[in-house]
């Protein structure tokens, strides 16, 4: 079973604190489908495309798995806190395991 990856692109806050209210309330939600933080806003530099704030990658175990989070009602809960307080792009993708 390959991994997926649910990667964040922090484009622009509009309201901090609402933000880190979804921070917070998803932790839990992400800990229930075994999300493991593999990047978390640290150091970067755009050198090609749009610059962005801030990154943060999920690892989880299937891109089902990835999926069935985004769209469980827990998450979808949680994510409308950050709807007004950032512009966030989210994509999910599936990883890569040599033949």
């Known amino acids: 079973m390959m991994k997926a990856y649910v990667i964040f692109r922090l484009k622009a806050v ?10 917070e309330l998803a932790r839990p ?3 229930a ?7 978390l806003r ?3 530099e755009c050198l090609e495309g749009e610059e962005v704030l ?10 089902e798995t990835a999926l069935a989070w985004y769209n469980s009602p827990e998450y979808q809960e949680c994510k ?4 007004d307080a950032a512009d966030i792009d989210t994509v999910i993708v599936e990883g890569f395991s040599p033949a």
């Open 54 to 63: 801030a990154t943060v990658v999920l690892e989880f175990e299937s891109y």
């Open 80 to 83: 409308k806190f950050r709807e």
């Open 29 to 31: 939600c992400m800990i």
């Open 14 to 23: 509009y309201d901090a604190e609402k933000l880190q209210q979804y921070r």
């Open 33 to 39: 489908y075994k999300a493991r933080p593999i990047v």
């Open 42 to 44: 640290g150091q970067q």
